[in-house]
């Protein structure tokens, strides 16, 4: 029996005994229906296509669920955890705090066969602690696109950049015909920075490889390093060239990261070149037409060389329990299996982290298109600064980057988000 169905038939059991006793106390335990609780960061939109994916399940097993989701989910669950409230299943958006759980003993283990046959490759990987399965990915955003207006790249006669250094050619020559070639916003309340982490992510991952990204990513190599210095200086190129960014670099602190796109819309366009999610698609002003021929199209932000597709950076939400209860065991494997993201990707706006995912469900061209740029892609590499350390990953790097562009030396930010680690590492990796 599959351990879906194992669970269901437990919770039958269950249910069938309680029906048997004649206690009016174990009567009302009986009648009392069980809800699993599912904590997310999901509002709005995603809430409601994720509450589509829910009633499968629930139609399916006839275990009913309650969806609460919160903008403050990275602060509130651990909150939860430590009062002794925690949900029976969470969306967890950083591998960090999912191995800080998993590590005290707060988060279930599972075992759930099979999975490296069913995702993208490294994909599978995402959820492991110390060798242990605790979540699973469960909708996928890629992070290394960069959005461009197509319509004043054909009148202008612009190519797309194959490489970096084609990129920062392009970018000049915007630049000379006399628009800032960048849109960029960095502003997004308490998580501001977040926009240039991703940046760095992207840069490592070209200058350096899946290795070296990955050995930084797990606290192996330092922010000290040569290589991680030259992600960072190659973002200065970008961000902190007088004339390179609409608004100059002082806008970028206080334009809001998923507004920065819109000046690209303008007639004529305030700027031409974005680097932002697949999520800045739920963003868009709307009637606004995404695709080669509609007002924005994007491209894959382009490595070090015209060798193959470029790799990417992805995020997105791993699934995890808090109990072993037959009911929440159930959950995580509907949200493990490929087909459960059907539902919402009819609705649009995700994308799935399986190579086996059945690309017809996706009903919206924008997803079909990301999807395909994810099949082809070199590598796929979860966002780092999720994983890293909470007081690096969602603090000092954060700060560190508003210190960068607000003027402050590169040898002193690399320094001062190292400093935050608080448990030292190694000398670096060669």
Known sequence: MRPLARAVALTAVVAGLSG?????????????????EVFTNYRGAEADAFREVLAGFTDRTGIATRLVGTAAFAARLPERVRDGDPPD??????????????????????????????????????????????????????KSLVWYPPAAFAEADYELPATWDELLALSRRIERDGTPPWCLGIESFGATGWVGTDWIEDLVLRLHGPEAYDGWAAGRIQFTDVRIREAFEAFTTIALVEGRVAG????????????????????????????????????????????PDGDL??????????????????????????????????????????????????????TSPHATFDASAYTQPFDRQVAELVADAEAVRFDASDQMATEIGTGSFWTGIIDLITGAPLDRVLTEIEAARSTPIGPAEP
């Open 89 to 142: 299943v969470a969306l967890i958006p950083q591998p960090a705090l999912l191995a800080e759980l998993a590590r005290d003993d707060h988060v279930t283990p599972l075992d759930l066969p099979g999975l490296e046959d069913s995702f993208l490759p490294g994909a599978a990987a995402v959820g492991n602690v110390d060798g242990q399965r605790y979540g699973v990915w469960f909708r996928l955003s890629v």
């Open 297 to 350: 199209n994007v491209f894959v932000l382009p490595g070090v060389a015209d060798e193959g597709a470029a790799p990417l950076v992805a995020a997105g939400e791993i699934a995890a329990g808090f109990n072993r209860s037959p009911e929440t065991l159930a959950l995580i494997e509907y949200l493990a299996q490929p087909s459960t993201g059907e539902a919402w990707a009819q609705r649009g706006g995700f």
């Open 20 to 36: 048997c006793s004649t206690s009016a106390e174990d009567t009302s335990a009986a009648d009392e229906p069980v809800i699993v």
């Open 248 to 291: 100059g670099p002082r806008a970028i602190l206080t334009t809001p990261a998923l507004d920065a796109v819109d000046p690209m819309l303008d007639e004529p366009p305030g700027c031409l070149l974005s680097r932002q999610a697949s999520f800045q698609v739920g963003d868009l002003p709307e009637g606004t037409e995404v695709g």
